[in-house]
């Protein structure tokens, strides 16, 4: 990849009421918010019209924002099996809308998304909110959550693909359920700005 290669990443945070999406541009070493939003399935009662209309809706964004690259949240084992079930079948779908126009597609286990924008694994939908939008200079908030977990999505397959010291952290790039990047320095970050001090590289700018 040419270091000022201009692309595009959409992040996916799947659900069966709010499907949350955001669309990162990257350019060089600068990056921006081009889309967040949801899709809204939470009135539709047919399970299989709203996968339907999830495969749709993801084609249509993709065809739309161009992305070279599709990221999304891998499912959380609870222990609800059938919201399990239907949560990884509303990802499965989102995946296949994006593998059927030829894109790359990785997955990233909740926590590991949370902790590469807080420093936390455990942080809340609000604190990652907060963050992205300091990160990307988002004057406005979306509607909902779903959207901003959905550009966090994106940020972290960003930082997952593109710092030159992934090795010396020990991240990895994730082909599969679980996976993700360990976006703290090896001795621990409490917070986004002693992980930027810790690791100028990864700075948005």
């Not at 399935?41 to 993709?62: N, S, T």
């Not at 084992?77 to 995946?95: D, H, P």
């Not at 909110?129 to 959905?150: H, K, N, S, W």
Request: include cysteine.
């Amino acid at each position: 990849m040419e270091r000022d290669e201009k692309y595009r990443i959409m992040g996916i945070d799947p659900g069966t009421n709010y499907m949350g999406y955001g669309v990162l541009e990257v350019e060089g070493r600068t990056v921006r918010s081009v889309v967040m939003g949801d899709i809204d399935l939470h009135r539709m009662e047919d399970p299989y019209a709203k996968l339907r209309y999830i495969f749709e809706r993801v084609g249509a964004l993709v065809d739309e924002y161009a992305p070279r690259e599709v990221a999304l949240e891998s499912p959380f084992f609870g222990e609800n099996v059938q919201s399990m079930l239907k949560l990884g079948r509303a990802q499965g779908v989102a995946m296949a809308a994006a593998l059927s126009r030829g894109l790359s597609v990785s997955e990233y286990a909740p926590s590991r998304i949370k902790q590469s924008i807080t420093g936390s694994g455990s942080a809340s939908k609000e604190q990652v909110a907060a963050v992205i939008g300091r990160m990307l200079r988002i004057e406005r908030p979306p509607r909902r959550l779903d959207a901003t977990d959905g550009m966090a999505v994106a940020v972290c397959h960003y930082f997952a693909t593109s710092s030159p010291l992934l090795s010396a952290i020990g991240g990895e790039k994730a082909k599969g359920l679980g996976g993700g990047i360990r976006a703290v320095s090896r001795h621990g970050s409490s917070s986004w700005e002693e992980f930027l001090r810790n690791h100028p590289d990864r700075e948005i700018k």
